[in-house]
């Protein structure tokens, strides 16, 4: 299959049954989803999560329009792992995608934006594209927090984990990917490698390298995967 380059998008010369389309942030993770995984199309989508899901909802409805709507889209790239689970060079599948400070603050503690009567904070990938993926490339599965203020502190870390228990990473275009896909009735998964803890902000010691590597190994064993998933199986959001 041959790439090719139209506005930002990396795409193939021939699609496979299912489509699938890659939002990532930048065009590192782009380039690293794109080269593993060629049966995608892959968009560089921006830096958090309005314009992730205002380019995903741009991409997914010219498809639509074009007549060639995707199956089945994935937020991918690097984050901050949670430690001890999720250490630098692992990669992680999220089995719940969530808003983790979509909300207010209040004297009584932070109350997610549902709490207040509105909207979702968290969408579920389908559960057993989820099994599958994890089996095929070993990565964790759990939650993956979106955030529009990446986690500088330990107060902080220790505040997320402890509303979030079950979470392993955290990025920040996650759940705006998921917004648009479930704007469209479209599946949705997240693949994230861990390129630095979750924590006091300490660039030394990201591995964006490493991070950019267990990506595209993941990418590499999605394909038979995806061969065999049910595109057909509901979303829950």
């Known amino acids: 299959m041959v790439l090719q380059a139209e506005e930002g998008l990396l795409t193939t010369s ?21 080269r593993a995984f060629p049966g995608a199309d892959v968009i560089a989508a ?10 995903t909802a741009t991409a997914l409805t010219t498809a639509a329009l074009r007549g060639t709507p995707y199956g089945l889209v994935v937020s991918a790239g690097i984050a901050g792992g949670f430690l001890p689970e999720a250490p630098h060079g692992s990669l992680v599948v999220a089995d719940e995608i969530t808003a983790a400070d979509l909300g207010a603050e209040t004297p009584e503690g932070f ?8 909207g979702t904070v968290t969408h579920r990938p389908p559960e057993s594209l989820v099994r599958e993926v994890t089996a095929a490339t070993g990565a964790l599965a759990g939650t993956v927090l979106t955030v529009s203020t990446v986690t500088g502190t330990a107060a902080r870390a220790a505040e997320l984990r402890a509303r979030h228990p079950r979470a392993l990473a955290e990025a920040m275009e996650g759940f705006g990917v998921a917004e648009a896909a479930a704007a469209h009735g479209t ?26 590597a267990a990506l595209a190994d993941g990418f590499g064993k999605l394909a038979p995967v995806l061969e065999s998933w049910n595109e057909h199986e509901p979303a829950d959001s």
């Open 14 to 34: 021939s699609s496979p049954d299912l489509r699938v389309l890659v939002a990532t942030a930048v065009p590192a993770e782009r380039d690293a989803v794109a």
């Open 46 to 55: 921006g830096v958090g999560p309005a314009l992730a899901a205002a380019s």
């Open 111 to 118: 109350l997610p934006v549902t709490e207040l009567g509105f």
């Open 187 to 212: 599946p949705v998964l997240e693949i994230r490698a861990v390129s630095n803890p979750v924590g006091p902000r300490d660039r030394a010691a990201w591995r964006i390298g490493d991070a950019l």
